[in-house]
């Protein structure tokens, strides 16, 4: 039961990187926006969801105690509206000049959430905060496999509404900038309109994804939303499939399957005293993985789909 209990585990962190991979392939993969700061996205969700869902805490701004769906849709909201804001800043640079960008504003924000404490709690991160299935959690077995069926289903209702959304006259306009802006622009469609349209749309799913970590694992600090997040979220898009949401979903179980198998395997081979240099090996085994998968199918294993 152990087992069970863990491989649920596993799979519901696994889903909400998925979702977060189904906010980048609507960025990078419909649009071609090359968004380098989405651990900031993700962790501005996250700390939303916390706000609002948690008990009033002394010394601390927020603290509404609201319920878990009220932190979701808030980090949803937030996120897009953060997003939207770096968009309209952001997005007349060219794609390198895009991708620093929002690389110093995912530095800023996390460097706010370790520093603003009568918000964030700094530091020392924000507990207490309220858990789906939180009477179940005596029960490792029922309570991580309520979870994972929870986030499964959001998962699913993402892909679903993404796949239709990709399939209608805007998904084909953002397709259609991608390839030839100069194209679309004459034909009259405003490419910097959509292009802040698909920005703040893909940055509200990673907001959302946020606040489903925040809820699930129960606490966040700043050392959550680091920029190796951020490797691992493009890692995910590009050995599933850049354009391919289901590809989205799968790198994100595939690489974060191999991120924890080699945790487990630095932990168990290395004394204590080495394994906080041996953890880069991960990063090592992602990168080598990235490289292989790229020699054998350059567009991931699951191409995106020609319309």
Not at 82 to 100: E, Q
Not at 221 to 233: C, E, G, I, K, R
Request: aromatic share 10%.
């Amino acid at each position: 039961m152990e087992f069970v209990a863990y491989g649920a585990f596993f799979l519901t962190l696994a889903m909400s990187y998925a979702i977060i991979s189904l906010g980048l392939n609507v960025q990078w993969g419909q649009t071609g926006l090359f968004n380098v700061g989405v651990a900031g996205f993700v962790g501005v969700g996250a700390y939303v969801a916390g706000i609002v869902t948690t008990p009033a805490v002394d010394g601390r701004l927020g603290g509404f105690d609201l319920p878990i769906a009220a932190g979701w849709i808030a980090a949803a909201l937030v996120g897009g509206f953060v997003s939207f804001l770096v968009g309209a800043l952001t997005l007349r640079l060219r794609s390198d000049y895009l991708a620093i960008t929002t690389f110093g504003i995912a530095l800023s924000l996390q460097l706010g959430f370790q520093n603003l404490e009568s918000l964030t709690g700094g530091v020392f991160g924000m507990g207490f905060i309220p858990r789906a299935f939180g009477g179940l959690q005596d029960d490792a077995v029922l309570f991580n496999l309520a979870n994972l069926g929870l986030a499964a289903a959001l998962v699913l209702s993402l892909y679903l509404l993404l796949e239709h959304l990709a399939r209608s006259p805007w998904g084909r306009v953002l397709r259609a900038v991608r390839e030839d802006e100069m194209a679309a622009q004459s034909l009259g469609k405003s490419p910097v309109i959509l292009r802040l349209q698909a920005f703040a749309l893909g940055g509200g799913i990673m907001g959302l994804a946020g606040g489903v970590q925040a809820q699930f694992i129960g606490f966040i600090a700043p050392a959550n939303y680091l920029p190796m997040m951020t490797f691992q979220v493009w890692a995910m898009l590009i050995v599933g499939g850049s354009g391919n949401n289901r590809g989205a979903i799968l790198g994100a179980v595939l690489v974060w399957a191999i991120w924890a198998v080699s945790g487990g395997l630095i932990s168990e081979v290395f004394p204590p005293e080495h394994q906080a240099r041996a953890a880069s090996l991960q990063i090592v085994i992602i990168g080598v993985m990235l490289c292989l998968v790229l020699l054998w199918r350059p567009q991931g294993i699951l191409p995106e789909r020609r319309r």
